[in-house]
């Protein structure tokens, strides 16, 4: 897609791990797409998105996401 364009190859990565996860989480807790964007404030096309690695999370979006699966957010960082 377009958004891929500007993204590096681990960026790609990155965001396809972080929304097969997201996928996971949701099929686990029997949400659905359009109820967890609906809990959002955002429209399922976007959250879908988010499952699929076509959209990046802010640090913001990913709180209210782990807040709304009530599941500890924790993030590696390292720096290359």
């Not at 958004?3 to 790609?12: E, R």
């Not at 955002?42 to 640090?59: F, P, V, W």
Request: glycine letters at 4%.
């Amino acid at each position: 897609s377009l958004l891929h364009m500007a993204k590096s190859p681990k960026d790609i990565q990155r965001l396809q791990v972080i929304g097969k996860s997201l996928q996971k989480l949701r099929l686990k807790t029997g949400y659905s797409q359009e109820e967890i964007a609906e809990r959002l404030n955002i429209t399922s096309k976007s959250y879908g998105e988010y499952e699929r690695g076509d959209a990046t999370l802010n640090i913001l979006r990913l709180i209210q996401i782990a807040e709304i699966f009530e599941c500890e957010l924790r993030i590696r960082y390292r720096m290359d």
